[in-house]
């Protein structure tokens, strides 16, 4: 069996949902393919920066999976959604999820706990494996120089943000999320673990540090003020 096309971003972005081709099950309808299509460009807008594109995609994705009239495929992609900032740094109680919280799967209740920070022993095995060591880590109040590995960038930045959130990250594993948003040029991402990176060295007196980021801060910046004269 396989998931709709447009889990497959969410299997590939947070590891929440399993996709196992199947050559004997018909195409995925229309409302799946167009919601995949408008989720990933939702994701791209966001975590480069262009909120305006970012939002006016989330807006066609929720459209296409609110034709189903599925509570928990809502649920899914709202997760996602969350992922994203996460991702970024920005916490929130993930207010679009909660909106359809009541008819998410199990899987999905505990993926919104995890980032949020209140997950327990019990949902670390519904969460993605990609996702299960931090878990862990969170749950034991381990602090760590790095998010365990994972096959898509944003799966691992995500881990890494949710261990920023529960205060669980060393200065080194901001600096492999810096590494990571800025290979995939996502200057949300990049400009957020910039300016975790500053405070750090700001609180461990390390002026060369502070310089350092400063002037990758000064480059996104200027790049971004060029971006909007275009």
Same mark, same amino acid.
């Given at each position: ?99 359809? +919280? /009541? &008819?998410?799967?199990?899987?999905? $209740? !505990?993926?919104?706990?995890? =980032? #949020? %920070?209140?997950?327990? @022993?019990?949902? *670390? ?77 700001? +609180? /461990? &007196?390390?002026?060369?540090?502070? $310089? !350092?980021?400063?002037?990758? =801060? #000064? %480059?996104?910046?200027? @790049?971004?003020? *060029?971006?909007?004269?275009?």
């Amino acid at each position: 069996m396989t998931v709709p096309r447009i889990f497959r971003i969410a299997a590939v972005v947070t590891g929440l949902l399993g996709a196992v081709a199947c050559s004997s099950r018909p195409p995925a309808p229309d409302w799946a393919l167009e919601a995949q299509s408008a989720s990933e460009r939702a994701v791209k807008a966001y975590l480069q920066g262009d909120t305006r594109v970012a939002e006016a995609e989330w807006r066609k994705a929720f459209a296409q999976v609110s034709a189903t009239g599925q509570p928990s495929q809502m649920a899914r992609l709202a997760l996602l959604q969350c992922a994203a900032q996460v991702a970024a740094l920005e916490f929130t109680d993930c207010p679009h999820y909660q909106r359809y +919280a /009541a &008819g998410a799967q199990p899987a999905e $209740q !505990a993926y919104a706990r995890y =980032l #949020q %920070v209140q997950h327990t @022993a019990q949902d *670390v095995v519904l969460l993605p494996k990609a996702q299960q060591a931090m878990a862990r880590q969170v749950l034991a109040g381990q602090a760590g120089q790095s998010a365990p590995a994972a096959e898509a960038a944003l799966s691992q930045l995500t881990a890494a943000g949710v261990a920023v959130r529960a205060g669980h990250l060393e200065l080194a594993g901001v600096q492999q999320a810096v590494q990571l948003a800025s290979a995939q040029g996502w200057r949300r991402s990049v400009m957020a673990w910039l300016l975790l990176e500053q405070r750090l060295h700001q +609180a /461990a &007196g390390n002026a060369a540090g502070v $310089q !350092a980021v400063e002037l990758r =801060l #000064q %480059v996104l910046q200027n @790049a971004e003020v *060029v971006s909007k004269k275009k």
